[in-house]
């Protein structure tokens, strides 16, 4: 972890447009990622809503705070996909093209054919607004260009690439097998319940619930139709949550259902972004728009009571089975690279991200614990408990400058708040203060004749060198910490003054 990656990084491979290749983009609107032909599966982009987020085309998705495997072996649960499937026709093909419009937080692909006339839509999305739901829409068009002749021959299409929907298999996740409800027009739809199979440490296994109603299926296409067919699938911590989803959404019109979650991504935009002009640089307005979007499509719009926020991991939340994209571990790299861009922008996010750290203090302290100090440790890699989860010991024990992340982040975000006291209270952010704090007075080492303090046996940034004496990096960041301490605590002065006053000098 030694260079600043996150979402960020993923853009080389699937969204920056190399010169050779920036033709492409016929329609040079920097918020539409256009493309002839898609690139590997591990590069294809993602869609997300920050409650769940799935990759174009993946056998999986992936939901917010689940999470299978023991201790290091804590990685994303995969839930089965199912708006993963293809679209195929004995048709000749003319030609396709692939759009990620991120301001819509879309992605369509549109196939012309010929042999006879042929046009077939499939457009892809994670619901903004009703953020239980995946949506995927396909649109069949049969009707000849003016002038030209189509035939009276049927012509068949298939779907291909679609589960056993009967009992959903995953690898991390046990279903039970699926089951029939009722809409309130006594129409059907689709649920299966599951558990995943380990939990991260002793105690209940998490619970994940799949609601689908579906209408994809093969179909013949006559000359002049037009044949319109979706899925929606809901995915919540429950059958309750998942039913309330699918239901909210299968009451929409498919038009505004769409809209719904069109203008909800267009108002991230329109509230903080940084506009360039895409005239004066075309590939910067273009990375602009690709990051906010990567970033933005692993945060929910505001705290689930029912799915707390668990943090954002470098691989975004579509990515992170086991032993792959960091496992959708949450790293230094939300508070130090990511958080500052949302912190600015969309300042309500970014409370979110602070709070997935507050939410695991008490882990915080049990790492500290465990390891023979006292006060709060946060773990270099956390999943859902906010245990250590890195499979790499070196890491966990002594690249401790993640509490001084975290600590920073919190600074950040007092700066930006007006009503300090009510922040610090509501989220008690003294308390984290205190402990990081004494973590720090517990970690170091002092010489209190000189009035000094070093802490030695660590690992900064630079993961080729470790169990180094007063990092740079980690010492500044401790004395940071303590300055969060001295300034918003509400602690004694004496016990501040004991505490942190040797680290300002």
């Not at 972890?1 to 033709?23: D, E, F, I, T």
């Not at 004496?494 to 505490?499: A, K, P, S």
Request: hydrophobic share 40%; charged share 20%.
């Amino acid at each position: 972890m030694m260079n600043p990656r996150g979402l960020l990084g993923l853009l080389a491979g699937s969204l920056l447009v190399s010169p050779s290749v920036q033709l492409e983009h016929w329609s040079q609107i920097p918020y539409k990622f256009e493309t002839t032909t898609l690139p590997a599966q591990k590069y294809m982009p993602e869609v997300g809503n920050g409650h769940i987020a799935t990759m174009v085309n993946g056998a999986n998705v992936f939901m917010n705070g689940l999470y299978n495997g023991v201790g290091p072996a804590s990685s994303r649960a995969r839930i089965p996909s199912l708006v993963a499937f293809q679209v195929r026709t004995t048709a000749v093909l003319v030609n396709e093209t692939f759009t990620l419009d991120v301001r819509r937080g879309t992605f369509k692909e549109v196939r012309t054919y010929s042999q006879p006339h042929l046009v077939i839509e499939r457009e892809i999305y994670a619901h903004r607004e009703i953020d239980r739901v995946l949506v995927a829409h396909v649109t069949i068009s049969r009707k000849a260009p003016s002038g030209q002749v189509d035939t009276d021959t049927p012509v068949e299409v298939w779907i291909d690439g679609l589960p056993d929907t009967s009992l959903l298999l995953s690898t991390d996740v046990t279903f039970q097998p699926t089951t029939i409800g009722y809409l309130l027009n006594y129409d059907t739809y689709s649920i299966a319940t599951g558990q995943t199979n380990l939990p991260e440490v002793p105690g209940p296994v998490s619970t994940v619930a799949v609601a689908w109603k579906s209408t994809i299926q093969n179909v013949t296409v006559n000359r002049g139709d037009v044949i319109t067919m979706s899925s929606i699938i809901s995915i919540g911590v429950d059958s309750k949550d998942a039913i309330m989803g699918l239901f909210t959404a299968v009451e929409m019109p498919y038009d505004a259902l769409l809209q719904l979650h069109s203008d909800k991504w267009e108002s991230y935009f329109n509230t903080g972004f940084i506009y360039v002009d895409p005239q004066q640089n075309f590939q910067l307005a273009q990375t602009i728009y690709g990051s906010f979007y990567y970033l933005l499509s692993s945060i929910p719009n505001k705290q689930d009571p029912k799915n707390r926020f668990i943090g954002l991991s470098p691989g975004g939340l579509a990515r992170g089975p086991s032993n792959t994209d960091y496992s959708g571990h949450v790293f230094w790299d939300q508070d130090t690279w990511m958080y500052p861009a949302i912190l600015n922008f969309h300042p309500e996010q970014a409370r979110l991200l602070i709070e997935s750290r507050t939410g695991t203090l008490a882990a915080a302290k049990a790492n500290a614990q465990k390891d023979g100090y006292q006060g709060a440790k946060f773990a270099w890699e956390s999943a859902f408990t906010g245990i250590e989860t890195s499979p790499w010991p070196p890491s966990g024990l002594y690249e401790i400058h993640i509490t001084g992340d975290v600590a920073l982040a919190v600074r950040q975000f007092l700066y930006v708040t007006d009503d300090k006291l009510r922040v610090i209270r509501e989220l008690k952010l003294d308390e984290m203060a205190i402990e990081i704090a004494t973590f720090w007075q517990s970690r170091a080492e002092c010489d209190d004749a000189a009035g000094v303090c070093g802490i030695f046996d660590v690992m900064g940034p630079d993961e080729y060198h470790s169990r180094i004496n007063n990092s740079v990096y980690t010492n500044y960041a401790a004395k940071l910490s303590l300055d969060v301490c001295q300034g918003h605590s509400k602690r004694s002065v004496e016990y501040r003054w004991n505490l942190c006053l040797r680290w300002n000098k």
